[in-house]
């Protein structure tokens, strides 16, 4: 049976392999890009004002709100002219399969631990599901 210790240097190297992966790396490479990139920061920073913009007529109105359209469509176009970046389409692309990797991950490690709860339940006999072993 594992320790703490041994989990967390299997997850550890679980970690190690995803970092060294291409996606990864592209990633890594574009987020800095984003970080570094006027056209991008003042696509971000307009973008993020019309949330805010949102937001407000959100809380005050809603659709009643008499800008609701205009602030609408300033989210919407500010959303598209961020993500019609090619920069940005590729590092959404990277982040969604990292996330689809994680995702897998989770999922074997959930079905490995559900196996074995399931086969120690099924061995100990009493059905009760309190065993002591």
């Known amino acids: 049976m594992l320790n ?12 190690d392999e995803i970092l060294s992966l291409p996606v990864f790396q592209m ?8 970080n570094h990139n006027q056209e ?6 307009e973008f ?8 407000d007529v959100e ?3 809603g659709k ?15 959303k598209s002219n961020l993500y019609q970046n090619a920069s940005v389409k590729e590092f959404k692309a990277c982040e969604k399969e990292i996330q689809s990797i994680l995702d897998e991950i989770s999922n074997y490690i959930s079905q490995a631990v559900e196996v074995t709860v399931k086969t120690k339940t ?12």
């Open 40 to 45: 991008i920061i003042q696509l971000i920073n």
């Open 64 to 78: 009643y709100h008499p800008d609701y359209k205009e602030v609408s469509q300033r989210l919407i176009d500010t």
């Open 122 to 133: 099924k061995s100990c006999g009493c059905g009760s599901g309190n065993c002591s072993r």
């Open 4 to 15: 703490n210790t041994d989990y967390i240097e299997l997850c550890e190297a679980i970690g």
């Open 59 to 61: 809380r005050y109105g």
């Open 27 to 34: 990633y890594k490479k574009l987020q800095h890009e984003m």
């Open 48 to 55: 993020e004002k019309a949330k805010e913009l949102y937001a």
